[in-house]
T-cell receptor
Framework: DAKTTQPTSMDCAEGRAANLPCNHSTISGNEYVYWYRQIHSQGPQYIIHGLKNNETNEMASLIITEDRKSSTLILPHATLRDTAVYYCIAQIKAAGNKLTFGGGTRVLVKP | GAVVSQHPSWVICKSGTSVKIECRSLDFQATTMFWYRQFPKQSLMLMATSNEGSKATYEQGVEKDKFLINHASLTLSTLTVTSAHPEDSSFYIC????????????FGEGSWLTVV
């Protein structure tokens, strides 16, 4: 699995967009970028994933650079409930492959 | 998204006893489930991969005789912590890969184990 690098923590203002960066410079061509978040004392929650193209769903948008060496998760209108640890993971999408978690980014949404 | 449920959400047991945690995929079949452990303020650590109908694959450093994993059906995997000690107190989380969901992995709510 390609190593990912994320900032340790970041603050953002309620109602504003939160842009969470992730570097994955050694990502291989068949590795997807997955984002999960973990709210305190809960299991991780799937947010979004992508391979090359930008993706959007009801929770967030994922912007992947053309060279695929980095990506940004965008929470369009952060709320206090978005306070969590966000994990960026590069992984092959295959039946037996497991997710390996790094340190993630601790996001604090402030009023 | 697909739903993965764990039971119990929290459990307290005495040292030396065994405790079982269940992980169920509620609306999909999962041939593969994963068990993680998480200590306070740390990231998730993969313990083992549970395969339906076969033996689990354990990560390096995880004692297979202490953490027994059974994956008897396509919707249920169990983790049994045997002869529990206070250092086994942790947050245990399972996850399952949903084939119909493009192999996306979904996580359970987690189970808090406290050994006293």
């Amino acid at each position: 699995d390609a190593k990912t690098t994320q900032p340790t923590s970041m603050d953002c203002a309620e109602g504003r967009a939160a842009n969470l960066p992730c570097n994955h410079s050694t990502i291989s061509g068949n590795e997807y970028v997955y984002w999960y978040r973990q709210i305190h004392s809960q299991g991780p929650q799937y947010i979004i994933h992508g391979l090359k193209n930008n993706e959007t769903n009801e929770m967030a948008s994922l912007i992947i650079t053309e060279d695929r060496k980095s990506s940004t998760l965008i929470l369009p209108h952060a709320t206090l409930r978005d306070t969590a640890v966000y994990y960026c993971i590069a992984q092959i999408k295959a039946a037996g492959n497991k997710l390996t978690f790094g340190g993630g980014t601790r996001v604090l949404v402030k009023p | 998204g697909a739903v993965v449920s764990q039971h119990p959400s929290w459990v307290i047991c005495k040292s030396g006893t065994s405790v079982k945690i269940e992980c169920r995929s509620l609306d999909f079949q999962a041939t593969t489930m994963f068990w993680y452990r998480q200590f306070p303020k740390q990231s998730l650590m993969l313990m083992a991969t549970s395969n339906e109908g076969s033996k689990a694959t354990y990560e390096q450093g995880v004692e297979k005789d202490k953490f027994l994993i059974n994956h008897a059906s396509l919707t249920l995997s169990t983790l049994t912590v045997t002869s529990a000690h206070p250092e086994d107190s942790s947050f245990y989380i399972c996850s399952a890969r949903a084939r119909s969901g493009g192999n996306t992995i979904y996580f359970g709510e987690g189970s808090w184990l406290t050994v006293v």
